[in-house]
């Protein structure tokens, strides 16, 4: 099962549970929509490959491809070419579409669909193996969604849409040349101006690996153990769950050591991820199928959030106040530890699966602010980085109070795509201000892919059992490949004193401006706990912008970016000192949030 999936004490209970179809293992609710299932088909209308204006993507129709269980239908208008696919609705349903004759290289994959009965997901295959996923949008007309990117190979390919949560209609894929991307904005600033030295640290560590390395990271301590008895290493980061901490729980004779397990990792140099099954604070159902420890989904409770939130004076407004309370208990024994914690509540939102998602964004976004507000600001927690774990832009609740946005991803077993859709989405949606991770994986994208799929994800956290160790969602070669043989997947031992490692922040100012050309300074500060033996500064480069000279520091351009490091005499800085550089530029005066890393 997935990220919901209660700790081992709990399976007997939860048998209900593997019901879930490995392909969906993200308990979707049913599909409401009634449909008529449509046999197995073979090869549909021989629609010819067009291509759009020279300037666009090239079209690749669905009812060109290859059909399994599905069938070319014509009574939706507004589809391009000579029809559209339908009839998703069984496991193995799928259309497959020829991309013949390509020169090769990474394309980003654009899927026009249809989705009248609801946001719906699709699986995605390239050259028959599994390419993740891309989420689709409840939509009544024809429109696009991004699929993220795809490395063709040089002559013919195929792209095929199956079946994951199903009912929708497939138009076409559209495929356009992927053009190198700026560098990262991402800075290592908090949202929380008042974020104490630990919480600091961490983040800019999280941001001086960004684009380079990603972080492993495994739920729950059994799956860290069973990672060090059979491949060797132990994950960089630890997940736990604060779910047996909810106080409709604990009035029913929980008890909970999560608390306890995050010290013991941080003492061992780990970092520490913290979610919340934040069972409902009152209406629990507690019939079969329904009992009160399934009460963070919303089949489970009558809880409703959106009359609670709207009315402060109510009992379940108090109610929610009060689990947030019992929950900061557990978040100060961490801050008082000196312990950061990337903190992911509210996980999974738009699903509706769990309550706090079930009347929408609106409700969604008001409680994670007032989460924020009573954490932040009533308790003083100043050891959190808040972990946003929704894609969709309606859901985002604002990026003043989110630090990391995430999604967690479950495509079929086996699938180890770069998921590079859903990174796009989260960077579009953080403005690439904000770090981008996976806050919970079945297969665990690889590597090797992500880099070659320019998915930058800062972290990933692979779910607990069967995910990790059945050898099929995850293979021991594969995830020795991963933990012992990649050199950019950083574990336990690699992560170093990151507490206490170098750390510099930057800032631009433009000191003159003429036509043609600007002076201006850049700032380096030491923000770490130790000195500094060197640093550098990196901010984009736009077209018709350049560096004439510069003082302070070596300059050098390259792929749209340049990149300032210290002169022989000033890279050494004690903490809270700074030096200066400057530098004359031609063309219009830029205004970048450079970033700053430190040796």
């Known amino acids: 099962m997935k990220h919901a999936r209660p700790s081992p004490r709990w399976l007997a209970l939860t048998a209900a549970l593997s019901l879930l179809t490995p392909l969906n293992p993200g308990f979707a609710p049913p599909v409401e929509a009634a449909a008529t299932t449509t046999p197995a088909a073979t090869a549909g209308p021989a629609a010819p490959v067009k291509a759009a204006a020279a300037a666009g993507p090239a079209v690749y129709e669905a009812e060109s491809g290859t059909l399994t269980g599905v069938t070319v239908q014509t009574a939706a208008a507004g ?9 998703f609705d069984a496991a193995d349903d799928q259309v497959t579409v020829p991309v013949p004759n390509s020169p ?8 026009a669909y249809r989705a009248p009965y609801g946001q719906k997901t699709a699986s995605l295959l390239l050259n028959g193996a599994g390419h993740g996923e891309v989420v689709l949008p409840a939509n009544e007309q024809w429109t696009t969604a991004p699929a993220g990117r795809v490395l063709l190979r040089a002559g013919d390919n195929t792209i095929t849409v199956r079946n994951n949560w199903g009912w929708y209609e497939i138009d076409a894929l559209h495929l356009a040349p992927v053009a190198a991307p700026p560098p990262h904005q991402v800075t290592g600033a908090l949202v929380n101006p008042d974020a104490d030295a630990p919480a600091r640290a961490l983040m800019r560590y999280l941001a001086a690996h960004y684009g380079t390395d990603v972080l492993s990271g495994q739920q729950d301590m059994d799956g860290v153990r ?11 980061i630890a997940g736990l769950d604060l779910m047996d901490y909810s106080p409709s729980r604990v009035e029913r004779g929980t008890t909970s050591t999560e608390v306890e397990k995050a010290l ?5 140099g780990g970092i520490v991820t913290l979610t919340w099954h934040w069972n409902a604070p009152s209406g629990l159902i507690d019939t079969p199928g329904k009992e009160w420890w399934r009460g963070f989904y919303t089949e489970a409770t009558t809880f409703d959030v959106a009359a609670a939130l709207a009315d402060p004076d109510s009992a379940d407004y108090k109610l929610l106040i009060r689990d947030i309370d019992a929950i900061a208990v557990q978040l100060t024994r ?13 996980h999974e939102a738009e699903g509706g699966w769990f309550w ?5 964004p609106g409700p969604a976004k008001r409680l994670y602010r007032l989460m924020y507000d009573r954490l932040t600001n009533h308790h003083g927690l100043t050891n959190l980085i808040w972990v946003w774990n929704s894609i969709s832009p309606d859901w985002y609740p604002g990026d003043d109070m989110v630090d990391v946005v995430s999604v967690d991803s479950y495509p079929a077993v086996g699938d180890h795509g770069p998921l590079s859709g859903s990174y796009d989405r989260l960077v579009s949606l953080g403005r690439d201000r904000k770090l981008v991770a996976l806050g919970e994986v079945g297969p665990i994208p690889d590597p090797e892919l992500t880099r070659v799929y320019r998915a930058d994800w800062s972290w990933f956290v692979t779910w607990s059992g069967d995910f990790l160790t059945d050898g099929l969602w995850n293979s021991p070669d594969f995830l020795r490949r991963v933990y012992r043989d990649d050199p950019h997947v950083l574990t336990l031992d690699e992560l170093g004193d990151w507490k206490d490692a170098p750390a510099c922040a930057a800032t631009w100012k433009v000191v003159s401006r003429w036509p043609g050309g600007y002076q201006a300074e850049v700032r380096v500060r030491n923000v770490g706990t130790g000195a500094t033996t060197g640093w550098s500064v990196r901010w984009p480069r736009a077209d018709g912008q350049g ?8 300059v050098t351009t390259a792929d749209g970016t340049v990149t300032a490091r210290n002169a022989s005499w000033n890279g050494r800085l004690a903490p809270g ?6 530098l004359i530029g031609t063309g219009p005066a830029p205004a970048p949030t450079p970033t700053c890393a430190a040796s």
């Not at 589809?79 to 009839?87: K, N, P």
């Not at 990672?227 to 994950?235: C, F, I, M, R, T």
């Not at 000192?577 to 400057?582: E, V």
Request: hydrophobic letters at 45%.
């Open 334 to 346: 961490l801050r008082d530890a000196g312990v950061p914690v990337l903190w992911r509540p509210l």
């Open 264 to 268: 013991a990792w941080d003492a061992r």
């Open 226 to 236: 069973w990672l060090e008895e059979n491949v060797g290493k132990a994950p960089a």
């Open 577 to 582: 000192a700074s030096a200066t550089l400057g």
């Open 79 to 87: 589809y391009s070419g000579t029809g559209y696919v339908a009839g």
């Open 356 to 360: 706090w998602g079930a009347k929408g």
């Open 104 to 111: 090769g290289g990474l394309y980003e994959l654009t899927v």
């Open 547 to 554: 560096v004439r000279d510069a003082w302070g520091a070596t």
